[in-house]
């Protein structure tokens, strides 16, 4: 059985930084692209970035670009997203998620391409 759990996530100012972390288990991490994604009260879920599978490539969303980086360590099955500069339209419960289909050769923003997905994590940012 596959299992994504977040953790890392707060209460913090706005400015400040946190570092979400992913567990994965039930799956070998280094055959899935990763994924980040938020959902903000009231409003749809967001990509934030991917990873590929050994994390040679990364996709940012504009919103969060050099602010957040994603990567991964497929040895301890985790993957990370530090996140630097927090407004507070970053604000939302961020999920974990791993690709649908093992071995994709391009890594997809899209939120129906990911199969498997964490409880998320809340992160709130006071201004």
């Known amino acids: 059985q596959v299992q994504l759990v977040e953790s890392g996530g707060g209460l913090v100012q706005a400015g400040g930084s946190l570092r979400l972390s992913c567990a994965a288990s039930?799956?070998?991490?280094?055959?899935?692209?990763m994924g980040w994604f938020r959902q903000a009260p009231g409003k749809d879920r967001e990509f934030v970035e991917a990873?590929?599978?050994?994390?040679?490539?990364?996709v940012d969303a504009d919103s969060v670009k050099g602010r957040f980086t994603i990567y991964r360590d497929n040895a301890k099955n985790m993957v990370y997203l530090p996140m630097n500069s927090l407004k507070p339209e970053d604000t939302a419960v961020y999920y974990c998620?791993?690709?649908?289909?093992?071995?994709?050769?391009?890594?997809?923003?899209?939120?129906?391409?990911?199969?498997?997905w964490g409880q998320g994590a809340q992160v709130t940012v006071s201004s």
């Open positions: 998620a791993a690709d649908l289909s093992p071995f994709r050769g391009v890594v997809t923003i899209a939120s129906y391409e990911y199969g498997y």
């Open positions: 039930g799956l070998t991490l280094r055959s899935y692209a």
């Open positions: 990873i590929s599978r050994i994390g040679v490539s990364t």
